[in-house]
C-alpha cells in the first residue's frame, strides 16, 4: 500500500519557523515500524507554512497514497480537519488515519467528521502496521442487503486491533486500549528518516533532526497530556539502540539533535552513562538539545553539567514551571522542582540548576507556567523577572486545559475558562482567567516581557551561526516583534496597540489551509464536525 504521513504546519510561536524547523520524530518512528513492503512517505508541513495546499495536492497527485495519516496536536486540530477534507476531495478512495495527542485524548471530537476513518489512540507503531495489515486484506466486494447489517468483513478485521477506533457505518467503534510498549525488551525498529520528501529542517541555521531515548514519565504534573495518555510509567530504550538512532540521523545529515523524551532526567544513572556513551562513540562532534527537571540537574549537576557539555550539549529546557510555592503546589511539580540535601527539601532547585548548567557554558531554556487560578499580576511579574534575570530563552506559557488533565479540571470547576475554541490553545493565547486578571492581561503581561528577553539571545545565536543570523536575522525580528511599527517605536502608539495588531497577524497567519466552496459541497462533514463551519 502506498502510505502518506503528513505532520501539520501550525507552530509554536517559541518555535518560529524561520529559525527553527524540527522533523516529527513520531512519523519517522512510524514509517519505520509499518512492514517493509509498503512504500511510505513522510511531509512535516511545518516547512511549506506558506504552500501547505498546494503540497498536499502536488503529494496526493504524485503518491496515490491508500492510506493518510495526519500527526495532530490541539491547536492543530482544525488545520487537519481542513488537510482531511482536501485529501478526500482530491482522492476520495484514501483512508484517513488520526493521531497524536489530540485523537488519543478528545476521540469524539473527530467521530463527528467523516473524513476520519481510523484514530489511533496513546503510542501507534504496532497499531498502524496491523491496520495496514488488515487493510490488505479487506474484501472489497459489494456486501448483500443481509450482510449490510452485520458488521462489514473490514470492520472485522480491525475490531481486534488494540487502540484503534474504527468508523462501522454511522459510529464509531473503540476498541480496547493498546498497553505501552516496554521498550527496554520490545525495541522497536530505527526511524525511517529516508521516507521524508521535504527538506530543510533547521535550529538557528544547523540541520536538526530527533531522537529518542525513552518514553514517558512517573510524576503526576496537573498540565501534562502525558500521563493521561500513557499512564504515569518511565520506559527507556538500551543506550546500544540509541547511539545507533543517532548515527542514523548523523547519517541522514544532522547536526544537531533534539533528544524529545518526555523526562530523561528521571534517570540520572542512565542520563550519565548515555552521556559518556556519546563522548566514546564520538558523537560529541555534534550538539545536543535536552529537556530536563530541574531537581536531578540541581542535586548532580556538580558532576552532571561538566559531563553534558563535553558530550555536546549546548541548550537544555528546564521545566521551572513556577518560582511561587504555592503555585508549584497547583501545577502538581513541587517534587521534581525541589532542591535536596541530605534527605531534606531545602527550596527551589530552579537557580542552583541554572547556575551549573550556565557554569559549563550550556543555555537554558527555561519553561514557566503564568495565569494560575491564584496569580495576581505581582506573582506573574515575580516569575517575569527571575525569567529575564535567569534563563537565556523564555518559553513562558499560560496554563492551557488541554482535554482530561486534572488541571482542566480544576479551571473548569472554577469557572475560569474564557476560551473553548482550541485553535487558540497554542501555549502562548491565554485561554483562562485568574481569579483575579483577565486573561488578555495575563497574555499581555507575558508578550510584553518575552519580546525583549528574546533580544538577550541574539548576540550568542550570532556568534554561533553568524551567517544564518545575517540572512534571516531581520525575519526573525520581525516575528519576535509583530505588530510594531516605527509609531511605536518612537513612542507614538502604546504597548496596548502593537499587542492588539500582535494577536491579529497571528491568528491571520494560522489559516494555513484554505478550502474552495468546492470542497466544503462536496464533502461529508457532519454538522457536528468542525469542518462544517471552516471557509
Given at each position: 500500500?502506498?502510505?502518506?504521513?503528513?505532520?501539520?504546519?501550525d507552530?509554536?510561536?517559541?518555535?518560529?519557523?524561520?529559525?527553527?524547523?524540527?522533523?516529527?520524530?513520531?512519523?519517522?518512528?512510524?514509517?519505520?515500524?509499518?512492514?517493509?513492503?509498503?512504500?511510505?512517505?513522510?511531509?512535516?508541513?511545518?516547512?511549506?507554512?506558506?504552500?501547505?495546499?498546494?503540497?498536499?495536492?502536488?503529494?496526493?497527485t504524485?503518491?496515490?497514497?491508500?492510506?493518510?495519516?495526519?500527526?495532530?496536536?490541539?491547536?492543530?486540530?482544525?488545520?487537519?480537519?481542513?488537510?482531511?477534507?482536501?485529501?478526500?476531495?482530491?482522492?476520495?478512495?484514501?483512508?484517513?488515519?488520526?493521531?497524536?495527542?489530540?485523537?488519543?485524548?478528545?476521540?469524539?471530537?473527530?467521530?463527528?467528521c467523516?473524513?476520519?476513518?481510523?484514530?489511533v489512540?496513546?503510542?501507534?507503531?504496532?497499531?498502524?502496521?496491523?491496520?495496514?495489515?488488515?487493510?490488505?486484506?479487506?474484501?472489497?466486494?459489494?456486501?448483500?442487503?443481509?450482510?449490510?447489517?452485520?458488521?462489514?468483513?473490514?470492520?472485522?478485521?480491525?475490531?481486534?486491533?488494540?487502540?484503534?477506533?474504527?468508523?462501522?457505518?454511522d459510529?464509531?467503534?473503540?476498541?480496547?486500549?493498546?498497553?505501552?510498549?516496554?521498550?527496554?525488551?520490545?525495541?522497536l525498529?530505527?526511524?525511517?528518516?529516508?521516507?521524508?520528501?521535504?527538506?530543510?529542517?533547521?535550529?538557528?541555521?544547523?540541520?536538526?533532526?530527533?531522537?529518542?531515548?525513552?518514553?514517558?514519565?512517573t510524576?503526576?504534573?496537573?498540565?501534562?497530556?502525558?500521563?493521561?495518555?500513557?499512564?504515569?510509567?518511565?520506559?527507556?530504550?538500551?543506550?546500544?539502540?540509541?547511539?545507533?538512532?543517532?548515527?542514523?540521523?548523523?547519517?541522514?545529515g544532522?547536526?544537531?539533535?533534539?533528544?524529545?523524551?518526555?523526562?530523561?532526567?528521571?534517570?540520572?544513572?542512565?542520563?550519565?552513562?548515555?552521556?559518556?556513551?556519546?563522548?566514546?562513540?564520538?558523537?560529541?562532534?555534534?550538539?545536543?538539545?535536552?529537556?530536563?527537571?530541574?531537581a536531578?540537574?540541581?542535586?548532580?549537576?556538580?558532576?552532571?553539567?561538566?559531563?553534558?557539555?563535553?558530550?555536546?550539549?549546548?541548550?537544555?529546557?528546564?521545566?521551572?514551571?513556577?518560582?511561587?510555592?504555592?503555585?508549584?503546589?497547583?501545577?502538581?511539580?513541587?517534587?521534581?522542582?525541589?532542591?535536596?540535601?541530605?534527605?531534606?527539601?531545602?527550596?527551589?532547585?530552579?537557580?542552583?540548576?541554572?547556575?551549573?548548567?550556565?557554569?559549563?557554558?550550556?543555555?537554558?531554556?527555561?519553561?514557566?507556567?503564568?495565569?494560575n487560578?491564584?496569580?495576581?499580576?505581582?506573582?506573574?511579574?515575580?516569575?517575569?523577572?527571575?525569567?529575564?534575570?535567569?534563563?537565556?530563552?523564555?518559553?513562558?506559557?499560560?496554563?492551557?486545559?488541554?482535554?482530561?488533565?486534572?488541571?482542566?479540571?480544576?479551571?473548569?470547576?472554577?469557572?475560569?475558562?474564557?476560551?473553548?475554541?482550541?485553535s487558540?490553545?497554542?501555549?502562548?493565547?491565554?485561554?483562562?482567567?485568574?481569579?483575579?486578571v483577565?486573561?488578555?492581561?495575563?497574555?499581555?503581561?507575558?508578550?510584553?516581557?518575552?519580546?525583549?528577553?528574546?533580544?538577550?539571545?541574539?548576540?550568542?545565536?550570532?556568534?554561533?551561526?553568524?551567517?544564518?543570523?545575517?540572512?534571516?536575522?531581520?525575519?526573525?525580528?520581525?516575528?519576535?516583534?509583530?505588530?510594531?511599527?516605527?509609531?511605536?517605536?518612537?513612542?507614538?502608539?502604546?504597548?496596548?496597540?502593537?499587542?492588539?495588531?500582535?494577536r491579529?497577524?497571528?491568528?491571520?497567519?494560522?489559516?494555513?489551509?484554505?478550502?474552495?466552496?468546492?470542497?466544503?459541497?462536496?464533502?461529508?462533514?457532519?454538522?457536528?464536525?468542525?469542518?462544517?463551519?471552516?471557509?
Amino acid at each position: 500500500m502506498n502510505v502518506l504521513l503528513l505532520s501539520m504546519p501550525d507552530s509554536f510561536e517559541h518555535m518560529p519557523a524561520v529559525a527553527i524547523r524540527m522533523p516529527n520524530g513520531a512519523l519517522a518512528s512510524l514509517a519505520g515500524n509499518i512492514d517493509p513492503h509498503h512504500k511510505v512517505a513522510i511531509a512535516d508541513l511545518i516547512l511549506v507554512q506558506s504552500h501547505v495546499r498546494a503540497t498536499v495536492e502536488r503529494l496526493v497527485t504524485e503518491f496515490a497514497p491508500d492510506v493518510v495519516g495526519l500527526s495532530v496536536m490541539t491547536f492543530q486540530r482544525a488545520t487537519a480537519l481542513k488537510i482531511a477534507r482536501l485529501i478526500h476531495t482530491l482522492r476520495p478512495s484514501a483512508r484517513i488515519v488520526v493521531g497524536g495527542y489530540d485523537p488519543s485524548l478528545a476521540t469524539e471530537e473527530y467521530e463527528s467528521c467523516a473524513d476520519v476513518d481510523f484514530i489511533v489512540r496513546g503510542e501507534g507503531e504496532q497499531t498502524l502496521s496491523e491496520l495496514l495489515r488488515a487493510l490488505e486484506q479487506s474484501d472489497s466486494r459489494i456486501p448483500s442487503p443481509s450482510e449490510s447489517r452485520t458488521p462489514s468483513p473490514e470492520s472485522r478485521r480491525v475490531s481486534a486491533i488494540a487502540g484503534l477506533s474504527y468508523r462501522d457505518g454511522d459510529r464509531f467503534v473503540h476498541n480496547a486500549p493498546r498497553p505501552v510498549i516496554p521498550l527496554a525488551s520490545q525495541t522497536l525498529r530505527l526511524p525511517n528518516r529516508g521516507a521524508r520528501v521535504l527538506g530543510g529542517y533547521t535550529l538557528l541555521g544547523r540541520a536538526v533532526d530527533v531522537v529518542e531515548t525513552s518514553r514517558g514519565c512517573t510524576f503526576d504534573c496537573s498540565f501534562c497530556s502525558i500521563i493521561e495518555m500513557r499512564g504515569r510509567n518511565f520506559h527507556p530504550y538500551a543506550i546500544d539502540r540509541v547511539l545507533a538512532d543517532i548515527a542514523d540521523a548523523r547519517a541522514h545529515g544532522a547536526e544537531t539533535i533534539f533528544l524529545v523524551d518526555d523526562n530523561i532526567t528521571l534517570d540520572v544513572e542512565r542520563f550519565e552513562a548515555l552521556c559518556r556513551a556519546i563522548i566514546e562513540s564520538g558523537f560529541n562532534t555534534l550538539e545536543f538539545f535536552v529537556q530536563a527537571m530541574t531537581a536531578p540537574i540541581a542535586q548532580h549537576g556538580a558532576r552532571l553539567a561538566p559531563l553534558m557539555r563535553q558530550a555536546g550539549f549546548r541548550y537544555v529546557f528546564l521545566g521551572i514551571e513556577n518560582i511561587l510555592d504555592e503555585h508549584l503546589g497547583f501545577l502538581r511539580a513541587r517534587a521534581k522542582n525541589a532542591r535536596r540535601e541530605k534527605g531534606r527539601t531545602i527550596g527551589n532547585a530552579s537557580i542552583a540548576a541554572i547556575e551549573h548548567l550556565h557554569r559549563h557554558g550550556m543555555f537554558v531554556v527555561g519553561g514557566l507556567i503564568v495565569g494560575n487560578p491564584d496569580d495576581t499580576r505581582e506573582s506573574i511579574e515575580a516569575n517575569l523577572a527571575f525569567a529575564r534575570r535567569y534563563v537565556d530563552w523564555p518559553y513562558i506559557q499560560p496554563p492551557t486545559p488541554y482535554r482530561r488533565t486534572p488541571m482542566t479540571r480544576d479551571f473548569r470547576e472554577r469557572g475560569l475558562i474564557v476560551d473553548e475554541d482550541v485553535s487558540h490553545y497554542d501555549g502562548t493565547t491565554a485561554v483562562v482567567r485568574s481569579e483575579g486578571v483577565a486573561a488578555e492581561d495575563i497574555e499581555f503581561l507575558r508578550w510584553r516581557a518575552e519580546r525583549w528577553m528574546k533580544m538577550k539571545h541574539f548576540p550568542a545565536a550570532f556568534l554561533h551561526s553568524p551567517l544564518f543570523v545575517l540572512r534571516h536575522g531581520r525575519r526573525m525580528l520581525a516575528h519576535t516583534f509583530a505588530g510594531s511599527t516605527w509609531r511605536s517605536m518612537i513612542g507614538l502608539e502604546d504597548d496596548a496597540a502593537v499587542f492588539a495588531r500582535f494577536r491579529a497577524r497571528r491568528r491571520a497567519e494560522r489559516d494555513y489551509v484554505r478550502l474552495d466552496p468546492g470542497d466544503i459541497q462536496t464533502g461529508t462533514a457532519s454538522p457536528g464536525c468542525a469542518i462544517a463551519s471552516m471557509g
